[in-house]
């Protein structure tokens, strides 16, 4: 038995499915590692996932490209965004409300849209996805080839999206203004920065990784949308920002320890350990409240995360 339950864990084919099941988890944790760095909560991280994952679908039924599907997903998260953003920065709403609301909002429109679209709430037809591709001089070489060789698209996208958003937070003006705006707005603002512009950037470029994230879900792990299929993901990408420490190269870790606990349970399931499948399916939601119980304890968020200000004030 435990031979087998190793053989699972320690398996390259978990590893591989690994990979693919952290990209929304990655991209969802940048996406609140530049908001939440620019001092907004973003609890809506989860109703811009959903909204990615719909809009992909829809754009690749109407237009028969996958590829602009996920153009669809990215411009759908950040309207999104931007609808968020005016709640949080114009209406000064409560962030943790106005995130749980817009959630709500994701759930029940992407669920009214598929009635009158395709006349059902449970899941769309199958559309164009975006296949896996080769990639030839990695593929002979060990380990690394069965991992990077062949893989979904949006992997290495994900990859080159972390990197290019860690080079923009911490080595670029902009990023410095982003995180100096989520730790002292006063300052900042004393320094000629337009806080405003900054929030306001900051939230839609999370509404962008965001519609990617989903994107994946619905055009890259599946071809259809189904109802809710984000499953708790953006609270997941959330916990990973918070124990990534508000670094997009953090939130990669962690959404890659994620990815490994879901990837390991599905693989689980096909043997029998003597456990429910139901407490199996468990594991990665109670990862996540382990995860933050221990990181909100040792984590520093951004001194005015949360707070609303007004140049002049």
């Not at 609301?101 to 759930?107: E, F, R, V």
């Not at 509404?207 to 792990?221: E, I």
Request: hydrophobic share 55%; aromatic share 10%; with cysteine.
């Amino acid at each position: 038995m435990t031979s087998d339950i190793l053989a699972v864990i320690f398996n390259l084919n978990t590893f591989n499915a690994a990979l693919r099941l952290s990209i929304p988890l990655a991209l969802g944790a940048m996406a609140g590692a530049f908001s939440e760095r620019a001092g907004i909560i973003n609890i809506g991280l989860e109703g811009m996932l959903l909204m990615g994952a719909f809009a992909g679908v829809f754009g690749s039924f109407v237009t028969g490209s996958a590829w602009l599907g996920v153009g669809f997903a990215a411009v759908a998260g950040i309207l999104t965004s931007l609808i968020f953003a005016i709640f949080i920065i114009e209406f000064k709403a409560d962030h943790v409300v106005a995130g749980v609301g817009l959630n709500i909002l994701a759930l029940g429109f992407t669920t009214w849209m598929m009635q009158m679209i395709w006349g059902t709430r449970g899941a769309s037809p199958s559309v164009a996805s975006v296949p896996a591709i080769v990639i030839y001089f990695l593929e002979d070489i060990p380990v690394i080839g069965r991992l990077l060789g062949i893989q979904s698209p949006f992997v290495y996208i994900m990859l080159a999206m972390i990197l290019a958003g860690w080079v923009l937070m911490f080595k670029t003006p902009l990023g410095l203004r982003i995180r100096f705006t989520g730790e002292h707005p006063e300052a900042a603002d004393s320094q000629g920065i337009n806080v405003k512009k900054i929030k306001y950037f900051s939230l839609l470029l999370s509404g962008f990784f965001c519609g990617v994230g989903g994107a994946y879900l619905s055009l890259g792990h599946l071809s259809q949308f189904s109802r809710n299929m984000t499953a708790g993901r953006g609270y997941m990408a959330l916990a990973a920002n918070i124990f990534g420490q508000w670094n997009p190269l953090g939130g990669l870790a962690a959404s890659l320890l994620f990815g490994f606990t879901d990837a390991m349970q599905m693989r689980l399931q096909g043997i029998d350990i003597g456990l429910a499948n139901d407490l199996i399916q468990m594991l990665p939601y109670v990862l996540t409240i382990a995860v933050l119980a221990g990181a909100v304890i040792k984590s520093r968020p951004p001194a005015a995360l949360g707070n609303h200000y007004e140049s002049g004030e």
